[in-house]
Every structure is written in C-alpha cells, then in structure tokens.
C-alpha cells in the first residue's frame, strides 16, 4: 500500500491535544504535563493531522477488556450489524457485551456501547483542537489554500464522528473549536446535532480537495460529499423532515466527477483494495498495512476473527490465512444467507456449517452459522492464493477497510428517486446489479431497494440503520434469528432504535428514554 508522510507520521505528534486521557467524562483539560503543547515545525503538523486519522483505526486513549474493542471501526460496525439481521458473535469468545448485542438486550453499562461513545468524543475533541491550532498559527507553516484544506479536513473528520453520533445515540455533547478548555460542552439532542454539522459540512467540504488531486488515506471533497448524502438519507429519522433532494444533490457531486465502480465486487475486499481507495470506488477508507498501520479491529476483525477453526485447511489457505488459528467468533446469520442466494455476491462458506443457528454455541465441524470470506489477505493477481502465502506469518489484515463506496451513492439515488426524487435511481440500481451479474429490475420498490442495499453491502457497516429507515428494526415487522432474544424472533420496543448514553456519561449528557 502506498502510504503518505500524514499517515505514516500518525504517531508522531506527541501535544496534549492529540491525547487527552479522561474519555469517561467531558472535561477537555490537558492532563500530562510532558506533553508537548506547541508545534514548531511542518513535520509535526503532519504528525497531528495524521493522528486525526488514527483515531479511525487505533485503539489507544479508551480503556476496555480486550485489544482491538476500542477502535471506531470495530464498536460501529458491531453496533450496526451484530445488531441487525446480518451477523452474530458465537458464545465460544464470551467477551464482555456481545451477547446482549446479539439478542438486542443491550443496556447502558456495555462496553461496545461506551467505546463508540467514548471514540466519538474524543475524535471530536481532537479535530476541534486542530482546526482551533490550525486557524491560530497555521499561516506560518502553509499557504492559505493548505490551511483551508487541512481545517476542512478535520471537519469532514469530526462530522463522520458526529454522524455516528447522531445515528447511533441520538443526542451528545457539542465541542468546536471555539469550545472553552476545562469547560463541560452543552448537550445537543439530535436535530441540533444534526443541523449543527450538516451546516459546518456544507461551508467546509467545498474546500477539501477533489479525489484526484487528495493524498492517499485522506479525506476528499467527494468523501465529504458522500457523508452528506448519508446525513440527508436519514434526516427523516433524525429530524422528522425528510431531505431526499438535498441527498440527492450531495450524490450527483460524487457522480459528477467521473469515480467509477470497480470491474470486480470482490476485489473491493482484498489485500490490494487501496487501488480502489480514493479517486476510485472506495470513496472513503480506513487504511490497514501491516507494519505500519495495525489493528485487532477493520478488516483483521472481518478476517482472522469470522474464520472458522473448522473450516478445511485448503479453504483457510485459499484466504492467505496466517498462523495465528482463525478466532471463529463472527458468524453468518440465515437472513443474510438465503438474501445473497443466487446471487455472485455471496461470499460465505458454507462447508459442514450449519445456516440455521438454534443456539450460538459455535462449536464444531457442524456449528451454526456460515463462515463470511468477503474479506480476505489475498491480493487481486492471485485471488485464491495459488501461490500458498501465510500472510506474512501474521494474524493482521493488509485490506483497506471501505467507510463508504460508490455502489452506494448509487443505491441512495435509487432510494431518493423511489422517495420521490428525479434523479435516474433506478438506472443506477441496475448499474450495481449489472456489475454482480443480476438482471435488471423495472422498477423501484421499498422491498426491492432494500434488498439490494443488503446484497450490495451487507457487512460493511450499514444494516441497523438502514432497517430503521425502512421501519423493520423495531416491532414486529420483520423478524430475524435471536431478535430481543428469541429464537424466532422477537420484538424490540420501539426506543431500541437508539442506543443509551453509556452511565459513564449520563450526569452530563443525560440518557435516552426507555433506559
């Protein structure tokens, strides 16, 4: 992977507001007073913009059970998945707080629940001191475009964490860069969330730089873009007034600018997916090298830790499996599996695995759950790794992991154009299909739209959210395996479509009702 000085340099700036310790609560002090709290050359600029960025694939600053469980990617895509009708963790692992996210019995004291809180925050924290710093002394270090980008870059950045914010928890604290240090930031519920950082990305992603001319790793004006579109797509359910024309809008920016979808889906998700990253299909990712930019959570969690010990050593091979055994926790549930029947997109292995999982044990040849290879440690040239590689004779993944992709913004124009927006969605939708080799549909329906999104992008991230738009997350309305617990499928009241305020935070943020 072809990494720039920024990301490379992540670890570098060493400044009390690039670390902050005291994630448990709202307090934005700098607490050591070894840090350093000037920055005196371009190099450490670099090092804190970079550090921006870590905070997407580290796990450092939040305290938890296990390496890995503090990371962004790993808390968002439990809370949008393991939740939903895609996927579960096997009981084998017995980590703290996967159970009740399995059953959607979750309650204020889980610790997936806190990390996504906590990283949230504190991405939040540190990009609102960068654009405060930037806008300060920037000037003597860059040109007045650069200074523009860069605070345009760690907006976008804050937005993403507030998007989440707003998705996941409904409500939080408010921090910018005029935020006074040592003060508790008020609370906003979310439509001020949402109208607060829907505005600052309006004013600010114009000046991010467009795909074509952004470093690789970094975030583009189509990214920023992008993260708009996902903003508006669910204004209805963060504010009660539907904004499809405006997501609309933000996705024909991305179009517009001539970003393709890869010729192969399954590239997308291997060792050489960065090709794709950027000025390509993955519009915005998480990178992932090893050496360089490690973590126990992105894409090594959605490798190493959904294949199956069980599975045939060939089969494992064929992944450029390390030596490290595979963790066998993330498992397939039916839903998924019998939505990508017939379908070139569905990426599971089924072996002597069961589809159906009456109980979640995962032990065994014949344990329940299917074995998810989408992701995989192999590189485009040689896919099925003829070569017999053992992945560098380590557990850590070399995959990018894709925040967002074209395919998409594509399906969200369908979404906007069944939703009452004249925007071509439906030729678009047929795009994506024809890329995975499905006929064409001729027209556009909830059930139709939805399906697709699943196919498209299931266990990328997206699932929670995307039931809740369509009104099958809570009630009754659509069941899946294990739902509030039981086997069938059950019903989750209707305030599940939010998470709590981990109690770590309720005397200062409150708690959302139902909890």
């Not at 400044?15 to 050359?41: H, I, R, Y």
């Not at 730089?209 to 952004?214: D, F, I, L, T």
């Not at 032990?363 to 989408?374: F, R």
């Amino acid at each position: 992977m072809k990494f720039n000085k920024y990301i490379i340099a992540g670890c570098v700036a060493l400044m009390a507001f690039a670390g902050t310790s005291c994630v448990g609560d709202l307090d934005v002090t700098p607490n050591d007073p070894n840090q350093k709290l000037e920055l005196s050359s371009v190099a450490e600029w670099d090092g804190f913009l970079a550090r921006l960025y870590g905070n997407l694939y580290r796990d450092d600053v939040i305290t938890t059970s296990d390496g890995g469980a503090g990371t962004f990617t790993r808390t968002h895509f439990n809370l949008q998945e393991i939740v939903a009708d895609e996927c579960f963790i096997c009981e084998k692992w017995n980590d703290p707080g996967y159970m009740p996210l399995n059953f959607c019995t979750w309650s204020s004291d889980n610790e997936w629940i806190y990390a996504a809180f906590a990283r949230e925050f504190f991405i939040a924290k540190m990009c609102s001191e960068f654009i405060s710093q930037m806008q300060d002394k920037g000037a003597a270090f860059f040109d007045e475009a650069e200074v523009k980008a860069r605070i345009a870059e760690a907006h976008a950045l804050r937005g993403l964490a507030y998007y989440y914010m707003i998705d996941v928890f409904g409500r939080g604290p408010w921090i910018d860069e005029n935020s006074v240090t040592g003060a508790i930031p008020p609370t906003y519920d979310r439509k001020q969330l949402f109208d607060a950082i829907t505005a600052e990305l309006e004013t600010y992603v114009p000046d991010l730089k467009p795909a074509a001319e952004q470093d690789y790793g970094r975030v583009s004006r189509e990214a920023g873009y992008m993260l708009l579109a996902k903003l508006y797509l669910n204004a209805e359910v963060y504010t009660g007034t539907a904004m499809y024309k405006e997501c609309a809008d933000a996705c024909k920016k991305v179009v517009s600018t001539g970003i393709t979808l890869a010729p192969e889906y399954k590239y997308l998700f291997c060792a050489t997916n960065d090709r794709y990253v950027g000025n390509g299909e993955i519009i915005w990712a998480v990178p992932q090298q090893q050496g360089r930019m490690e973590t126990w959570g992105g894409t090594t969690y959605l490798t190493v830790g959904a294949w199956i010990e069980y599975a045939p050593a060939d089969v494992l091979k064929s992944l450029n499996k390390g030596p490290d055994a595979p963790w066998s926790g993330l498992r397939i549930r039916p839903e998924l599996s019998k939505a990508l029947k017939g379908d070139k997109r569905r990426m599971l292995y089924e072996g002597t695995f069961a589809e159906e999982i009456p109980d979640l044990s995962g032990i065994g040849k014949n344990s329940c759950g299917y074995m998810l290879i989408k992701y995989t440690n192999t590189t485009e040239e040689d896919y099925t790794n003829q070569a017999g590689l053992t992945n560098n004779n380590t557990a850590m993944s070399n995959t990018d992991y894709p925040l967002f992709r074209l395919a998409d913004t594509y399906l969200m124009l369908a979404e906007c154009q069944l939703r009452g927006v004249q925007c071509n969605g439906l030729e678009y939708l047929n795009m994506v299909r024809e890329r995975a080799g499905m006929p064409a549909v001729g027209a556009l329906t909830e059930d139709i739209v939805l399906h697709e999104r699943q196919c498209e992008l299931y266990m990328e991230g997206h699932r929670r959210s995307d039931l809740i738009r369509f009104g099958k997350y809570t009630g009754g309305n659509y069941l899946w395996s294990w739902k509030n617990g039981v086997l069938e499928g059950g019903v989750i009241p209707e305030y599940r479509a939010l998470f709590p305020i981990p109690y770590q935070y309720v005397n200062t943020v409150g708690q959302n009702p139902g909890y």
